[in-house]
């Protein structure tokens, strides 16, 4: 079995190819459009969510690689741009008002505000067409998963999810006009969490395990592993906002902190924080094996606690 480095260097290849292909191109759509979504989605992401959309069923099926990998690339291409869209959104001047991501001046500096809106809406809406398109099948089980996953993904976007999470962040900060702000304790923290990263992480994976066919007893496994491993992403999150470099993350850091906005450091301390962490992941690898499952996700959540960027 390779390295897990050089597993996700060939996986992240394949997403990259993959996107390239799935993305519209003009004269489909106006040229415009086409440079800004490609601008925030070509920027170097880490592509976490769909690999571990890929990882999952690797875990679940080492066995059918190839046969698999067709029935997931679609869902895996789909929610990183998801993802993508959100961070787009996100360091809107509306929003979290940022300069810099994935190292690069972010969409609204360089394409201006109403472009970069529209770069968002045309990656979310795109994600959902190819969801609904591939795999090209007439088999009515992968008509039925699809369908399932198109539910999943959605509702880990929408207001039930990560819409929802940065409403409750929004507000939180103070940013919605006649609207206390609320101080979010440790459960409304972790409540907000959950939604606005958790969610689409959870469904990335789970997004895999329903694409093979898999028992429900290894979809709820693996929906299990995700919400710990977002968790556990998301307080290392926290911490590398403190510890981290602007270099290294290819995105402004301390500004949570400078905005006084809620986090693991901040309820916890560092060290705490740390220990949070190990015992999320942990955690996430206990129900795997607790399923029988491990192989990928295992070594990926290894990779997420030790994650520098
Ligand atoms: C605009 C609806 C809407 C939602 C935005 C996800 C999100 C909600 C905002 C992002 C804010 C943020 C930086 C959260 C911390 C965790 C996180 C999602 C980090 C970025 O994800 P990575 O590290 O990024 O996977 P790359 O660039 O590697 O893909």
Known sequence: ???????????????????????????????????AMRYSLFAGGKRLRPILTFATVDTVEPANTADNAELVRPAACAVEMIHT??????????????????GRPTAHVV???????LAGDGLLTEAFRILARWPDTQDPAVTTRKLRTIERVAEAAGSKGMVGGQTVDLQAAGQVPDRKSA??????????HERKTGAL???????????????????????SYATHLGLGFQI??????????ADILGKTVGKD?????????????????RSLAARAIANAKDVLHDCGLSGRLDEIADLVLARKY
Request: aromatic share 4%.
């Open 1 to 35: 079995m390779p390295d897990v480095h050089d597993y996700i260097k060939v996986r992240r290849a394949d997403i990259d190819a993959a996107l390239k292909k799935l993305i519209p191109t003009s004269p489909e759509c106006p040229p415009l459009i086409v440079e």
């Open 85 to 102: 869209y959100s961070l787009i959104h996100d360091d809107l001047p509306a929003m979290d008002n940022d300069l810099l991501r994935r």
């Open 111 to 117: 394409f201006g505000e109403g472009v970069a809106i």
């Open 183 to 192: 101080t979010l304790d440790e459960f409304g923290l972790r409540a907000m």
């Open 201 to 223: 992480i959870r469904a990335s994976a789970v997004a895999g395990a329903i694409m093979i066919g898999a028992s429900d007893d290894k979809i709820d496994a693996i929906e």
């Open 236 to 245: 290392v999150d926290d911490i590398l906002d403190i510890e981290g470099t």
């Open 257 to 273: 902190a400078a905005a006084g906005k809620p986090t693991y450091p901040a309820i916890y301390g560092l060290e705490k924080s």
